[in-house]
């Protein structure tokens, strides 16, 4: 280890010790650039991680993968950074995790060039080497969906569906909470879709673009069984322009904060939920997010008799239908106090309420076709079920 490593493990020894007895927000590392003189690596992109970077050699670096605060904190080690190589030889980068263990597999991308790198990850999983060819590009720990590119899908749905996208209200940082309705907007049942409390998991948010498109284009068919959606894709945009792993600016995990509403971005939908007119009421919430399978969490024997019909109708007996995308429907009842989205709409609103899991790991394109047949069966399910 270098003078420089050196120098910033003990920085950082000294950060995190501070970071203990302090309140929130507390930012762990400030992203820095390394440079030699021929190769630049940089993380100074909405989505670059919360990392801290190494010269080792001419053409080696290490990168420390850190958390936004202390531990405890979920174990989704999110990196992301770019660089530029002169020459032709490729460049090793290591990547060190704090906090955490390697969890997911390099995805480099110049232009319109994207693929997986190859990885060498030690036994213990606290570091992955990987070479990069020369040239320039992005490196990330999944595909890089920002808080922009959330934005254009916005956009590319208000066109379809001519709406607006609307503010339901403003992150620590001041960036828009955004969401659009699909549906006429005095149908009686509403379908609230949610995605991205948490910054890595970018397979749940690949999945509800799909459920979305495909809600989208059956917005007539929606209303006719008097239903309508609202798609809040981007919950936690903070998290995801500053690179987190789990919490939002407030060092706070929005998946734990339902009931208590400490956090302007829970806040901001519990509010517009809050004025919406007596004659319409939330009929289910789906939640999306990212784990080590594909899999629903949904409500254990607290189910009403209507709330498990519901749930045979929509996913029941489809757990091997989709070809690359099987899954598994998790009962679980409400943990008092957990402050999940999905026990929180249940409790409240006496409604189905799922946490839609889809794997690290997924086929993109199996995730994508699976979510636009479960938002078909959604609609199906909807216009059959307890009318
Ligand atoms: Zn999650």
Known sequence: ????????????????????????????????TCRTASVMLAFDFDGASQAQCAVIGERAFTVLVTPEHAPPINPSPWYAFRYEADGAAPVSVTLRYLGGSHRYAPKWRSGDVARNLPVTVSDNGAEASIELP?????????????????????????????TAPFTLGRSHDGRPIEAIRIGRQDAP????????????????????????DALAERADALSAVEVQV?????????????????????????????????Q?????????????????????????????????????????PAQARFLAAWLGGREKAFSGYPFTIEPRNANPGSGTAKNWFHASYAIPAYTYEVADTADRDAARSAARELAAGL??????VDR
């Open 1 to 32: 280890m270098g003078i420089a490593a050196r120098y910033l493990w003990a920085g950082l020894a000294l950060t995190l010790g501070a970071c203990a007895q302090s309140p929130p927000p507390a930012v762990v590392a400030q992203s820095s």
């Open 134 to 162: 020369a040239g320039k590009a992005v490196v990330t720990a999944q595909e890089l969906i920002a808080p922009s590119d959330t934005r254009a899908d916005l956009l590319r749905w208000s066109k379809m569906l001519r």
């Open 189 to 212: 049942r509403l379908v609230v879709l949610m995605g991205r409390q948490h910054p890595p998991e970018v397979t749940g948010a690949i999945a509800m673009q799909a459920f979305v």
């Open 230 to 262: 609202l798609v809040v894709p981007m919950l936690n945009p903070d998290g995801v322009a500053r690179g987190h792993w789990r919490a939002n600016r407030g060092a706070v995990d929005l998946n734990r904060d339902w009931g208590d509403f400490t």
């Open 264 to 304: 302007p971005e829970t806040r901001a939908v519990k509010a517009w939920l809050d004025a919406l007119p007596e004659s319409v009421h939330p009929a289910l919430m789906v939640d999306f997010h990212s784990t080590a399978r594909n899999l629903f969490y949904v409500q254990g024997d607290e189910a009403s």
């Open 379 to 384: 609609l199906a399910a909807l216009a059959g």
